[in-house]
């Protein structure tokens, strides 16, 4: 990340890098605080102020936050960024081609709350992409039947999109788009009304349960839940876990393979009704592995490239599942979440 951002948003790339960085609260906050301020002036003002060197007058912006406004406002890349950049912007060196695909995404389609399992408001993770330079990200919180990871009910699905709405208004132009995971259930129903999945902008449907059943029954309940209309996205296909993992309450997971299911089916059958295939991007899971992903580009399908983040910093995993994708030769034009939001809410209600 080197090319210039407006000062709001260099800012925010500034709290982003401390908070992963791990700095204390308060400092990464002054300058979340400090882009807010600059949102509500306009540019005329935002000048004025840098001329007459009025900008610290100003409640919320201090000396330190003043001079990476006053240099990102002069198209340059604040020197505190730069520094920030250099020792956390990139914990693993990416190549070219990974970097520039990850410079192409708009957002991501697979993100978490603590309406749910996630650990932050909506509000943070929305400021978190907002940091990253995204346009939009999808919230998609659990369904009711996922019970150990709060799983929305229809009447607080109802409620969240209230919340939504009226974050919406305030973070404009950055755009939550509603949604869900939504667990795949036995027969391949999906796990909520009608009425709610036809009202969301994304739906992702994943398996949760079940996961060792035998591969024609996997087979045919994924082929349903791909071939239902309200689904978009395929979420983490093969529902394999890496490395152990915490969860809620100290519970621990152990790692475990892959399901199986019949792929060249299951992957065909989302090309013939429009889903993408997640590209799932946490360490821990990187599903679908190589091989099906490899299939999968063979047979013609759409990915998104998510991060499934729950906490703001995962926000920033996008880069693991780039790296997937190059490898197997996913070509940009077939990833989903390259597309501005209009075009994609066009793909999603298609
Ligand atoms: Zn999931
Ligand atoms: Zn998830």
Known sequence: MSDPLPPAAALRRIAFLLER??????RVSAFRTAAAV??????????R????????????????TGAAIAQAHAGEVPEYLARLEETYGDLLPLADDVAELRSRLRGDLHVHSDWSDGGSPIREMAEAAIGLGHDYMALTDHSPRLTVANGLSPERLERQLDVVAALNEELSPFRILTGIECDINVDGSLDQTDELLGRL???????HSDL???SAAMTERMLAAVANPYTDVLGHCTGRLLVPREQREGRRQRPRPESTF?????????????TAVEINSRPERLDPPLRLLNLAVELGCEFAIDTDAHAPGQLDWQGNGCERAVECGVRTEHVVNSRTADELLDWTAG
């Open 38 to 47: 600059v949102d509500t002036l306009g540019p005329d003002e935002l000048d």
């Open 262 to 274: 019949d792929a060249e089916a299951v992957f065909s059958a989302c090309v013939e009704h429009g």
């Open 212 to 214: 060792r059943a035998e």
């Open 49 to 64: 102020r840098i001329r007459t060197r009025t900008l610290t007058d100003l409640r919320g912006i201090g000396p330190k």
């Open 21 to 26: 960085a791990r700095e204390p609260t308060h």
């Open 201 to 207: 902008d994304v739906v992702v449907a994943s398996v």
